[in-house]
């Protein structure tokens, strides 16, 4: 393995939850080394859930490749480490409550004026200044005021992603942040100050259904697993099962109409005559697909749409998708230590060919505290509570 792209970086975070370590987990891969300050009872991620033997799915997920140090940031002994932790950091990550971080003197000017390099990037709900400011931002929360279960779920409900898609929208926009930073500093010598908000960064994924709705005039219908603007193109049953399967030009609806439903006089039938006629004929469309599709297996439906080049997906649940055929044929799983032994993790999405990533142990609460201490030349001061300002 080559020396990894951030390999001599260090990066301090005052993390908890998702957004913050999902960032700091990403530099970490690469190679940055990440300390994570904790309370005494650590990220409260660590208690979301109990189901990797015992550990949290959520902690386990985000905190890989860390050091962790227990300090009580009400304690001047405890601000003095993080002070002298950040003075020579290149990276300081925080999505502590609003105003936190200025009430522990390290906001951007107080930080940058300790460390004038140092990238100093801050991680919200709503962002700094406008009524929102001190708003509690959860992820399904922060759903809601960007207006993403108005476009998902079913005509009659409305439905949250399954995934904390705004905290990870927000850690994605943090991480890209951060190496645009960085790559800036080594032309100017200077830190930044990133701000990203989970509103902003939610937004900036709501684009096409904000387009579509302030320009076309109204929003796009919730559609459940359909599409709202293109037809054919969602689930179906087969006799014994649903498949899964899109259209996405004309090329493509001839093609199905041929080889799949084997009835190419339906592509020529004036209710489907383009995408748009498709849509607003939609039932009819369906009836007609599900009167060939639902006297055919499964497997029959699949290996049609895979023989007229038309994209098709089986619906899997996690153990289906833990025993992906694909990611086992690419070798896409790797062992990550844990203080409750060796997990099966994935790699990472992005594959370079010059180096690989590190994918180190997930650390205990603190683990780290007595070794970072002594790089200080500091005597171990005894855990102690990190606690966020009020």
Known sequence: MGRLPLAGITVISLEQAVAAPFATRQLADLGARVIKVERDTGDFARGYDTKVHGMASYFVWLNRSKESIVLDLKSDEGMAVLRKL??????????LAPGAIERLGLGPDEALALNPRLIHASISGYGRGGSYEQKKAYDLLVQCEAGLLSVTGTP???????????????????????????LQRATTGRGDVLEVSMLEALGEWMAQPYFYAQYGGAPPARAGAQHASIAPYGPFGAADGTVFFGIQNEREWAKFCADVLQQPGLASDARFAGNALRVDNRPALHEAINAVLGTLPAAEVLARLDAAGIANAQLRDMHEFSAHPQLAER????????????????LPPVTSREVDVRMDPVPEIGEHTGKILAELGLGAPGLAALETPN
């Open 156 to 182: 009659d409900s409305p439905a949250k992603v399954g995934v904390s898609i705004a905290d990870v929208s927000a850690g994605m926009y943090a991480y890209s942040g951060i190496l645009t930073s960085l």
């Open 86 to 95: 950040i003075s020579t950091a290149d990276v300081l990550v925080q999505n």
């Open 331 to 346: 070798n896409r799983w790797r062992d990550v230590d844990s203080p409750v032994g060796p997990l099966r993790s994935l």
